[in-house]
């Protein structure tokens, strides 16, 4: 079975050019290079063309008032709080890439950014200045107004921004939820004139999970219980977070426990206890954390109302339960991976690849353990 190539670089961008003519001036997706258009990128190009805005039109990139930005400083203050290590880890990991990190609020307002940000060019000084807002209504079609928009993962290239004077830029986005399960913000990775690269749209999710984790641990809680079904080992990014007060109400859950516990709805208007969750006493949880030390803890089979079954891993707050902290970031291995996506793409060239990333061939191979890669 034959299989079909990628399109190159530059037949990408004649698909996308395509698509915008279908969609942007002639209103249906007409031609086949339209299809291949992600639905979310055209609804939001027709939420644009609703709103007056026009793709040739300048943007101003305006900062928020002074007053707006302190509101917005202290009203954000625990998800910067709780988002600056993975961003710090973050922008280490893609530094060699040219791309950087930018933490929005749920309004598209710039809270935070980290990485190799070229201060030189205006292109990128404009959107990582704290306070900018890169909301859909002020900036077009982008990673961030679609992430906040659509509340799913995006990743936007060049001319699949609305506004032409953002063809530039690259990027990725995720939004953040928190505890209520109310998005909270959005993660995004951005470049301005460099390779495509997709693949960044998996490493912004486990991003924002790893936001989101932080967000809940650092909500005080008397119990935070670690859920995943039995076939998966706990302590894990993978793991359902759902924080409980001394009675056992719950006080804050991450997206993947709402996941699970179908019963755990975003915003409910009333409060919910752990024994609407759990077919078993809530005591049972607070027993199994009291008998587990930091350095032994003991998972316990947990069944939910529905008749499914969870392991769970009770644990109390403190600063040396290691299994209650979502694990670092690799950035090695990171690193690693998209220097080797970048050498696959250059069929095995690493001259090339290292041009690409904008590093040495010797730093590719140093980045690669020291030997050529395959």
């Not at 880890?89 to 040219?98: C, Y």
């Not at 587990?292 to 009770?314: E, K, M, N, T």
Request: glycine share 8%; aromatic share 4%.
């Amino acid at each position: 079975m034959l299989s079909v190539r990628p399109p190159s670089s530059v037949q990408r961008l004649q698909q996308i050019a395509q698509a915008r003519e279908a969609v942007l001036h002639g209103g249906q997706a007409s031609s086949p290079s339209a299809d291949l258009t992600e639905a979310w990128i055209a609804r939001s190009w027709r939420r644009c063309l609703a709103n007056g805005q026009r793709p040739g039109q300048q943007i101003s990139f305006d900062l928020i008032a002074p007053q707006a930005a302190r509101r917005t400083e202290e009203a954000n203050h625990a998800l910067v709080q709780a988002a600056r290590p993975v961003l710090e880890k973050l922008g280490a990991a893609i530094a060699s890439t040219r791309y950087f990190a930018i933490l929005t609020n749920a309004q598209g307002v710039v809270v935070d950014v980290n990485g190799a940000i070229d201060r030189h060019d205006r292109r990128a000084d404009l959107i990582t200045r704290i306070g900018v807002d890169l909301s859909e209504a002020s900036v077009g079609t982008t990673a961030i107004g679609a992430a906040l928009t659509e509340l799913q993962p995006v990743w936007l290239h060049r001319g699949e921004h609305f506004f032409d004077a953002n063809s530039s830029y690259s990027c990725a986005g995720a939004p953040l939820f928190g505890p209520d399960g109310q998005c909270a913000g959005m993660l995004d990775l951005t470049g301005v004139d460099v390779v495509e690269r997709p693949e960044l749209k998996h490493l912004v999710v486990q991003s924002a999970r790893s936001i989101e984790n932080a967000l809940m641990q650092s909500r005080p809680h008397e119990l935070m219980v670690r859920l995943n079904w039995s076939s998966h080992s706990l302590g894990e990014e993978t793991d359902g977070l759902i924080c409980l007060d001394p009675d056992g109400w719950v006080t804050g859950a991450n997206p993947v426990a709402r996941q699970m516990v179908s019963s755990l709805k975003a915003g409910a208007a009333a409060p919910m206890h752990c024994s609407e969750l759990f077919a078993i006493p809530f005591e049972m949880l607070f027993d199994a954390a009291k008998s587990a030390s930091s350095a032994s803890c003991q998972s316990i089979d947990v069944p939910l109302w529905s008749g499914l079954r969870l392991q769970a891993l009770p644990l109390r707050p403190g600063p040396d339960n290691r299994a209650a902290r979502a694990p670092d970031l690799r950035l090695k291995d990171v690193e690693a991976a998209l220097i080797r996506k970048a050498v696959s793409d250059a069929k095995g060239n690493v001259m090339k690849a290292a041009r690409t990333l904008g590093i040495s061939r010797a730093t590719v191979y140093r980045r690669l353990g020291g030997s050529k890669p395959k």
